[in-house]
């Protein structure tokens, strides 16, 4: 018998977004949410819907290059030492994902859920009564030397990007960029396909406010099981515990260790990543979100701020941040004479990550009443509107829009 009734662990993006398809498809949703935002991957991140990332992480590509992108050497990759035995194994499951095989088989899984995402945040968006939290088509990617632009584009026009396309970039495009910082850059490629929202927090808010406006109730709580008889049950920290006659798992980094009560594997690891944001700058507002690669740092313009995003740090999704990055990240704004306040909002939160860098989201094979959705990695916010729909359609019992099957969690184990 399907469930009624649905408690949603976790108000990210993605969980917010859930509870509200479920609650318009007529299922009585209860959210459950630690109640502080900031803790969470959807709060800082660079509100990119980034529909050209369909070639997963795990490849052999990315193991070959690896050596060179370590924070050590000043790029962008760095694990937290005290976390060994997090990533450690985690590790060893991604280089086995990252053969040509898997790797052909989780591009095909991301470009097809992919080509249904900014469609879905329109949907979403409209759904919300908020239509203008999508806002502008596009991005730029820019180089800042002739040579790193030559592998670059070389790069990219090798690259599968899914249902995003891109040109180069003329003088007069690069031109606008001189104004806001200490050079233009010498070249760059500006995608098609893709798009921003007006700011990540606010297309939360919107959707919360939606779902409440339905009758969505929020608790603040931090689950810290859950278990199954009559109902599903969430069992909390502080010794409350709530029940409904389905859950879903949205949980991000916090993920595995909920379904790991339930016997499952989920091996995801917070994939940390930093941002730091200005109220004052000087960032022209037709500029579009813009990629500088060879700093490894994303520049977007946001209602409440210009904010600069960076990093992949494997480790505990509930570590400290690391000082070293956002002085990094200040450095390079500064370098690039981009205006920005001497003292801006810093910001880590975890990206909830899988080895095989595909997310977990499905029906639990063990037992139907438990769906899950989790493990986005940094397309959390791009995904959060289509996995919504298909969480609805398993929900309903109707037949998903696209194939589900590389998304199962059981392809990890069955615990």
Do not use: C
């Not at 991301?110 to 919300?128: C, D, V």
């Amino acid at each position: 018998m399907q469930p009624k009734s649905y408690l949603v662990i976790g108000g990210g993006l993605v969980g917010a977004a859930s509870a509200l398809r479920l609650q318009a498809a007529g299922f009585a949703v209860t959210l459950i949410d630690p109640g502080d935002a900031r803790r969470a991957a959807s709060f800082g991140n660079i509100g990119h819907i980034a529909t050209e990332q369909v070639s997963p992480l795990a490849s052999r590509e990315s193991l070959r290059t690896f050596p060179g992108r370590l924070f050590g050497l000043d790029g962008p990759v760095d694990f937290r030492w005290r976390d060994a035995g997090l990533w450690g194994p985690w590790a060893l499951r991604f280089i086995a994902a990252s053969g040509p095989a898997r790797h052909a088989r989780g591009q095909a899984a991301l470009t097809a859920i992919l080509a249904q995402a900014l469609p879905a945040w329109r949907r979403l968006a409209a759904l919300s009564g908020a239509p203008a939290i999508v806002g502008r088509d596009g991005h730029a990617v820019v180089w800042m030397s002739d040579q790193a632009a030559e592998k670059g584009i070389r790069a990219w026009e090798g690259a599968p990007t899914g249902s995003a396309a891109f040109q180069p970039m003329g003088p007069e495009h690069l031109a606008p960029y001189a104004a806001v910082m200490a050079r233009a850059p010498v070249a760059g490629i500006r995608f098609s396909g893709t798009a921003q929202v007006s700011e990540p927090q606010a297309a939360r808010d919107a959707l919360m406010a939606a779902f409440k406006a339905r009758g969505g109730e929020v608790v603040e709580a931090r689950v810290d099981r859950l278990s199954i008889g009559a109902g599903v049950t969430t069992h909390f920290e502080d010794g409350g515990s709530r029940e409904a006659e389905g859950a879903l798992v949205a949980a991000g980094a916090w993920a595995g260790g909920l379904m790991s009560t339930l016997g499952v594997k989920a091996p995801v690891i917070a994939e940390r990543g930093y941002s730091v944001q200005s109220a004052e700058h000087s960032w022209d507002e037709a500029l579009p979100p813009t990629v500088f690669e060879e700093h490894a740092m994303v520049v977007s313009r946001f209602t409440s701020g210009l904010r600069a995003s960076s990093f992949v740090e494997f480790g505990s999704p509930d570590a400290p941040g690391d000082p070293r990055k956002w002085r990094l990240l200040e450095r390079r704004l500064s370098s690039l004479g981009i205006r920005f306040s001497p003292e801006p909002d810093r910001w880590v939160g975890p990206r909830p990550t899988l080895p095989d860098y595909l997310p977990a989201i499905g029906r639990l094979e063990r037992d139907p009443r438990i769906l899950y959705a989790f493990g986005h990695q940094h397309l959390g916010l791009t995904m959060a509107a289509v996995t919504a729909e298909l969480t609805a359609s398993l929900a309903l019992g109707s037949e998903p829009a696209i194939d589900l099957a590389p998304f199962r969690i059981e392809r990890f184990g069955r615990g």
